[in-house]
């Protein structure tokens, strides 16, 4: 029998609530296929960890990581308690970072019986997939600050883009839209502005593009694409993004669904030796940790996305296919949805849903 082994890090906040009802819904539809079983070994590294230890992690945690086939990763981040910068760069970007975690996927789609913001848009307008550069960019850590505590003080951030990496982005980005079936990859740029930086990236797009003649391929500047999620999002079909770019617009592709709550990213290297990273895009949200709210879909649909990687396909298709009925009934949808069930309510809606629901339902 294939075994995988999952590092599990529930995290910060509502990453520890949600995070169970992920790993229930995974055992469910593993225990629906035949051949492969889930071994998750729970990390308690936190912001509580942090606190009682002066990292976020141990001095060997990328080691300890290696091992594993993936991660399954909650929320980072109590800003109350440790800044963001340092919770955000003690523990999940090292990992993006030292793995080669390249690629961040954020798949954009209103589930059925989801009614998002926009009037008059439904599943058939807003489906989409944002492919985000994850090691470079606006968020290489490029820089300093001289002349600290002092009316001249000077902070420098600086933007790191290089070929080798833009490219296989873009490339990453053309790759999945042939094999989804997607008809047309759109580049977000800034290059009227940003002469060097972005006037580079669109060179290398459009050179990329030229190697996939059957997609068709666009670009269009960042600020005019915000407008775009918003007025006419049946235009898009899969976007390729900076680290800051992306960032940002898939925070709106989240109100575009209907909630962050029902946001997943997969963080992706094709080598096989170090392990992808799977996680809900919602964050820690200490405002609601603690109460039971908080909506597990996306952390369920990070790991449809985890088994779909894993080779999986239809043990994910099984948990898609638990989600997608939860949101049709509309009986176990957390407050975020306009419903009135717990977390944990909605989460076992969901394995309940994967364990009956018949493929193709």
């Given at each position: 029998?294939?075994?995988?082994?999952?590092?599990?890090?529930?995290?910060?906040?509502?990453?520890?609530?949600?995070?169970?009802?992920?790993?229930?819904?995974?055992?469910?539809?593993?225990?629906?296929?035949?051949?492969?079983?889930?071994?998750?070994?729970?990390?308690?590294?936190?912001c509580e960890y942090y606190l009682q230890h002066g990292r976020m992690m141990p001095e060997d945690g990328l080691e300890t990581l290696r091992g594993f086939d993936a991660i399954y990763l909650g929320a980072v981040g109590w800003p109350e308690r440790v800044p963001d910068h340092v919770s955000l760069w003690g523990l999940l970007l090292p990992i993006r970072k030292a793995f080669d975690l390249y690629a961040n996927?954020?798949?954009?789609?209103?589930?059925?019986?989801?009614?998002?913001?926009?009037?008059?848009?439904?599943?058939?307008?807003?489906?989409?997939?944002?492919?985000?550069?994850?090691?470079?960019?606006?968020?290489?850590?490029?820089?300093?600050?001289?002349?600290?505590?002092?009316?001249?003080?000077?902070?420098?951030?600086?933007?790191?883009?290089?070929?080798?990496?833009?490219?296989?982005?873009?490339?990453?980005?053309?790759?999945?839209?042939?094999?989804?079936?997607?008809?047309?990859?759109?580049?977000?740029?800034?290059?009227?502005?940003?002469?060097?930086?972005?006037?580079?990236?669109?060179?290398?797009?459009?050179?990329?593009?030229?190697?996939?003649?059957?997609?068709?391929?666009?670009?269009?500047?960042?600020?005019?694409?915000?407008?775009?999620?918003?007025?006419?999002?049946?235009?898009?079909?899969?976007?390729?993004?900076?680290?800051?770019?992306?960032?940002?617009?898939?925070?709106?592709?989240?109100?575009?669904?209907?909630?962050?709550?029902?946001?997943?990213?997969?963080?992706?290297?094709?080598?096989?030796?170090?392990?992808?990273?799977?996680?809900?895009?919602?964050?820690?949200?200490?405002?609601?940790?603690?109460?039971?709210?908080?909506?597990?879909?996306?952390?369920?649909?990070?790991?449809?996305?985890?088994?779909?990687?894993?080779?999986?396909?239809?043990?994910?298709?099984?948990?898609?296919?638990?989600?997608?009925?939860?949101?049709?009934?509309?009986?176990?949808?957390?407050?975020?949805?306009?419903?009135?069930?717990?977390?944990?309510?909605?989460?076992?809606?969901?394995?309940?849903?994967?364990?009956?629901?018949?493929?193709?339902?």
């Open positions: 029998m294939r075994t995988y082994r999952i590092a599990l890090i529930p995290g910060d906040g509502i990453g520890r609530e949600v995070m169970p009802v992920g790993v229930a819904a995974l055992e469910a539809a593993a225990g629906l296929a035949d051949g492969f079983r889930l071994d998750f070994q729970e990390l308690p590294w936190s996927v954020r798949p954009c789609r209103l589930l059925p019986g989801i009614e998002g913001p926009l009037r008059g848009k439904g599943p058939d307008e807003i489906n989409f997939v944002v492919v985000r550069e994850n090691t470079e960019g606006e968020y290489s850590g490029v820089g300093g600050r001289v002349h600290i505590g002092t009316p001249w003080e000077v902070a420098v951030q600086d933007i790191v883009f290089t070929r080798r990496a833009v490219e296989r982005i873009i490339r990453f980005a053309f790759d999945l839209a042939r094999r989804e079936g997607r008809r047309r990859v759109t580049s977000v740029t800034k290059s009227n502005a940003m002469q060097f930086n972005m006037v580079f990236w669109d060179e290398v797009f459009w050179q990329v593009a030229g190697e996939f003649p059957d997609i068709a391929a666009d670009q269009c500047h960042v600020d005019a694409m915000a407008a775009r999620f918003v007025r006419a999002p049946e235009q898009l079909d899969v976007l390729v993004a900076s680290n800051l770019f992306a960032d940002i617009l898939t925070d709106l592709a989240g109100a575009l669904q209907g909630s962050l709550g029902l946001s997943p990213s997969a963080n992706i290297t094709h080598d096989r030796t170090v392990p992808s990273m799977f996680e809900p895009v919602h964050g820690s949200a200490p405002d609601i940790a603690g109460k039971g709210i908080a909506n597990p879909l996306a952390a369920v649909w990070a790991g449809a996305m985890m088994l779909e990687f894993l080779g999986e396909r239809q043990a994910a298709a099984a948990v898609m296919r638990g989600i997608e009925r939860v949101t049709a009934q509309r009986s176990a949808l957390t407050p975020d949805l306009g419903g009135r069930a717990t977390t944990a309510e909605c989460g076992a809606a969901v394995v309940e849903a994967i364990r009956t629901a018949r493929p193709g339902a």
